[in-house]
């Protein structure tokens, strides 16, 4: 245990001495105007991508659906405004791979015209089926960035008779404040999801984790809770990676979600502060999820600060809107620590993208990684108590297989060790790898298997049908010779009973 | 700006990094060894200064020489301070008055049977600057004693020529250090209520005979305090080294003062504060867990103290630290942080009583 533990209570993380997060966090809430053209992806989800219902040159309205979605765990797709649909086909995907996915191209038209919205007086007259099939037809995922569709979750969280809800105002990522941005301004429309999801859940209280250093939200998030004694408004330590679900829970509850396992199975269910947002939007007013609050931030952004931004906006038009003020030298969709670089800046946003980042070379200072020097900074830093440098060292060495047993199926992929590594490994580059080989080899041994399996029941039935043959060859013989026998039996009876 | 033409090298996450680095490191130790060694040189003078440079310098060499014959980048590597440390950490713990080949062949041999023949930095499994301490004194007993009592600096050149052994040191500078003294007086049959020791040994604020930078104990705490403030170490290896070594010592003392040293002594003579704070805290040779950390660091105290106390050598930090050394593998891979949400065996923890 060290010094700042004792103080805290929380020994893992990090913190870095300057989080970037203001003075962006700070501007107010800016609408951006509808761009000439929208991107709006298939796939912003995890599971099953949505199926396009709309053709080529259909007008679509703002609030329409234009994807259906597609299985049980899926989400489907809105308009965002009104316009043609220009394309459907691939785009590049925000991933550093620069590889294409499906999606819609809507042109835009600037008459933002509109579907109408089925509105509802009282949400908590509806049953929580009912709560549930609007917060899946409204298209809503896990807008932290995890894009779990929200409605499985809380069927999930029924299914587990989940008592508490835990609402992630974490936050914890360096220059992302559009969560912030939602507590400060729009407190009340997430206090009324929470309720509704409390009612969709079953829970019985929600406990809002937010970081210390947002005094603004707490004080906001507060104001709109008052009188609602079963929604208790927690500030937490500042600490990254205070935003991820088993680190929150671990410091609101003191409860450790075991290996393996969701969080619903010890009765809590974790939902993003903005996903409430847009329950509240989609159950009370009807209003699928075709925008969200993005942050643009970075030293190269010339007005950095929040953009409520229309889903599938290009980041070049989002990074047009902000103004450039220099050269990015890397493009990030998300925060510092977990997000993907770009390859361009010709990809659309999605759900789950709160932040986009125009980074300076100053602020991504690149150095050559040298040596491990067994400084056991990444394991001071690891929230999930893995030894980093180990694991590295064994995956370098090729022992995959140690390296899983070390639990490197535990890692989160959160950056602590990388981030505070005086060496400069590509520490979770080099976890991904091997995560990858370790699946890659699974699936081959699967398929081996399988391989093996068909071989050995080709094997047994070649086999059988030799036996089969060799006995119905038998058969046939000893039919014939019984035939034979027969026959000579009845040519021999006369002449034997002649004899007689 | 247009930024339809931006297009970029995209890499992992994370694209933030803490302004941290092995050279930092390096450099914020040494720095932490400027109050101790500057005093050093004070006390002892220009023959210690000449030491300490011509220890470095070697301990350099020795380190360029092997990176050339690897073919590894030598600058880049020389740069990030790590050899410059091994020779200061080794020149702190010599006699200051030796003669320079002494630093020489103590420098050369830190640096690369020490650590580049293990595959350089990073690599070495023992603490290159005490390896090379017990190898000088196991090969050169009689230069490795010979403590000077601090008593009038010579000159610069003066000092030089002590250093090269162009000027004989007169006998009556020289003295043995108090662990010597307590352990030669105890071989004659002399117990430890009856011996007499001579002033100059325990001046606890660093006027005594001992190592060039290992007298003033209080700078190298507050040296140590400075790594410590500055999170450059934690401090589960220096003080749980200290009770390790404290809590014998104080027991020992209680049932026999005559047989052994009281604790004071202990913690305050000889390598251990040195010891605690600059050289068990070595990352490369320590674990990396925090319990790992605290073993470690109690068996280092423990060893140092049943050296001193039974052993042949009066001194026994050194030997201590390199067993521990060698233990840490052991130690690394028997003692791991509990991973979150596994139960201590590995297993994920169970589920009963964790529902309402």
């Known amino acids: 245990m060290g010094i700042r533990e004792l103080l805290t209570g929380v020994g893992w993380g990090v913190h870095p001495h300057n989080d970037h997060k203001r003075p962006a966090a700070d501007v107010p809430l800016r609408v951006m105007p509808t761009p000439a053209k929208l991107c709006i992806p298939l796939l912003q989800h995890v599971g099953a991508p949505a199926k396009p219902l709309v053709a080529v040159g259909d007008r679509v309205l703002r609030g329409q659906l234009i994807a259906a979605a597609q299985g049980n765990v899926s989400a489907p797709v809105h308009a965002p405004t009104s316009g043609l649909v220009a394309a459907i086909g691939e785009v590049t995907a925000p991933h550093p791979s620069g590889l294409p996915f499906a999606a819609i191209t809507i042109e835009t038209d600037g008459l933002d015209e509109s579907v109408s919205f089925k509105t509802v007086e009282d949400p908590f007259s509806l049953t929580p089926d009912e709560i549930s099939q609007r917060i899946a037809e409204a298209g809503i995922v896990g807008l932290g960035g995890a894009t779990f569709p929200s409605a499985p979750k809380a069927q999930l969280g029924r299914k587990h008779s989940v008592h508490t809800l835990i609402i992630n105002g974490g936050e914890c990522e360096p220059y992302l404040s559009s969560d912030d941005s939602i507590m400060r301004e729009r407190a009340d429309d997430v206090i009324d999801g929470v309720r509704i999801l409390m009612h969709a859940v079953g829970a019985s209280k929600a406990k809002v984790g937010i970081e210390d250093n947002k005094p603004e939200a707490i004080a906001a998030m507060r104001k709109a809770a008052q009188d609602f004694a079963q929604i208790e408004i927690c500030p937490v330590p500042a600490r990254y990676p205070m935003g991820s679900d088993r680190q929150l829970v671990q410091v609101l509850t003191g409860k450790e979600v075991p290996s393996g396992a969701r969080t619903a199975t010890i009765g809590l269910l974790v939902n993003n502060v903005s996903t409430c947002a847009a329950i509240h939007h989609a159950v009370r007013h009807g209003e699928p999820l075709y925008r969200r609050i993005v942050t643009v931030n970075g030293g190269a952004v010339a007005q950095p600060g929040n953009v409520l931004a229309p889903i599938g906006v290009l980041v070049e038009d989002l990074l047009a809107f902000a103004g450039l003020k220099s050269e990015p030298a890397r493009l990030v969709m998300g925060g510092p620590m977990m997000g993907v670089a770009l390859p361009h800046a010709q990809v659309p946003t999605v759900k789950g993208c709160g932040g986009i980042l125009a980074l300076t070379a100053e602020e991504i200072t690149v150095v050559p990684p040298s040596p491990c020097i067994r400084c056991g900074s990444c394991v001071k830093a690891c929230p999930m108590g893995l030894v980093p440098l180990e694991l590295s060292a064994q995956i370098h060495a090729g022992e995959y297989d140690t390296a899983d047993a070390m639990g490197l199926d535990d890692c989160l992929a959160c950056g602590c060790c990388a981030y505070v590594c005086p060496s400069q490994m590509p520490l979770v580059q080099t976890f991904s790898h091997a995560k990858g080989e370790i699946w890659r080899r699974a699936q081959q041994k699967k398929r081996s298997e399988f391989t093996k399996q068909l071989a050995q029941a080709r094997q047994e039935r070649l086999e059988r049908e030799a036996r089969e043959r060799v006995e119905a060859a038998a058969r046939r013989k000893a039919q014939r010779a019984a035939q034979q026998a027969a026959a000579a039996a009845d040519n021999n009876t006369p002449s034997e009973g002649a004899g007689a | ?356």
């Not at chain 2, 200290?242 to 809590?247: D, E, K, S, T």
């Open chain 2, 1 to 356: 700006m247009n930024t339809q033409a931006i297009s970029l090298q995209t890499m992992a996450s994370p694209h933030a990094r803490a302004a941290n680095s092995v050279s930092v490191v390096m450099l914020k130790v040494m720095a932490a060894l400027v109050p101790a060694t500057a005093y050093a040189f004070y006390l002892f003078g220009s023959p210690a200064f000449w030491l300490w440079a011509i220890t470095i310098a070697a301990s350099m060499a020795g380190e360029a020489a092997c990176l050339r014959l690897a073919g590894k980048p030598v600058k880049a590597v020389l740069y990030d301070g790590s050899a410059i440390l091994t020779g200061w950490l080794l020149a702190v713990s010599l006699p200051p008055w030796a003669p320079w080949w002494i630093g020489v062949v103590g420098g050369l041999f830190a640096t690369t049977l020490g650590k580049q023949a293990f595959g350089g930095i990073g690599n070495n499994l023992f603490n290159p600057a005490m390896i090379a301490r017990i190898m000088l004194l196991v090969s050169f007993p009689v230069q490795m004693t010979h403590w000077v009592v601090p008593a009038g600096a010579p000159s610069l050149f003066d000092g030089l020529r002590i250093t090269l052994g162009q000027m004989p040191v007169p006998d009556a500078m020289t003295s043995a250090s108090l662990l010597g003294w307590a352990k030669t007086d105890m071989a004659r049959g002399i117990d430890l209520l009856h011996t007499h020791l001579p002033g100059h040994v325990f001046d606890w604020n660093g006027a005594r005979v001992g190592s060039l930078g290992e007298t003033s104990v209080w700078l190298i705490a507050l040296g140590g305090i400075a790594l410590l403030y500055m999170r450059v170490i934690s401090w589960h290896i220096p003080v749980t080294m200290l009770i390790g070594l404290a809590v014998p010592a104080a027991l020992g003392h209680a049932a026999d003062p005559a047989r052994f040293m009281d604790m004071s002594t202990h913690l305050l003579s000889g390598g251990a504060m040195l010891g605690a704070f600059f050289i068990a805290t070595d990352y490369v040779t320590s674990p990396s867990s925090r319990a790992g950390q605290i073993i470690f660091g109690l068996g280092c105290g423990l060893l140092t103290w049943v050296i001193r106390t039974y052993g042949g050598y009066p001194e026994g930090v050194a030997f201590a630290v390199l067993l521990m050394n060698a233990l840490t593998p052991a130690i690394d891979r028997l003692i791991k942080p509990r991973v979150y949400g596994r139960t201590m065996g590995g297993k994920p923890i169970s589920l009963k009583g964790e529902t309402k």
